[in-house]
Nanobody
Framework: QLQASGGGLVQAGASLTLSCAVSGRTFSTYTVGWFRQAPGKEREFVAVVTRSLNGGRSFYADSAKGRFTISRDNAKNTVYLQMNSLQPEDTAVYFC??????????????????WGQGTLVTVSS
């Protein structure tokens, strides 16, 4: 089970940190990603941190590079998404997901078996 939190209403240029708490004792064996879905748009990849087997590597969508940082704390079964310099186009429901996709497929939502309920991020101009 995944529980996403940390969303809210902020002004452009502000920062937010999202958290994804994952239940279970095999957290380190799962790759955890963040996806987002804006109104009227399809769900899109934001960032991912791979499982320990794949070195805990991070990958980002072009829109997130340089502004967002994903990290994981295996002791707390939690993944964080630090978002800086937020812009109105970042407004969306953010979902965390866990799975065991191969490295070449970590950006695809189809690679994730478990999904959280989403947390809304609204950025005003």
């Amino acid at each position: 089970q995944l529980q996403a939190s940390g969303g809210g209403l902020v002004q452009a240029g502000a920062s937010l940190t999202l958290s994804c708490a994952v239940s279970g004792r095999t957290f380190s064996t799962y790759t955890v990603g963040w996806f987002r879905q804006a109104p009227g748009k399809e769900r899109e990849f934001v960032a991912v941190v791979t499982r320990s087997l794949n070195g805990g590597r991070s990958f980002y969508a072009d829109s997130a590079k340089g502004r967002f940082t994903i990290s994981r704390d295996n002791a707390k079964n939690t993944v964080y998404l630090q978002m800086n310099s937020l812009q109105p186009e970042d407004t969306a429901v953010y979902f965390c997901a866990a799975g065991q996709p191969v490295l070449s497929n970590v950006r695809a939502s189809s690679g994730y078996r478990y999904w959280g309920q989403g947390t809304l991020v609204t950025v005003s101009s």
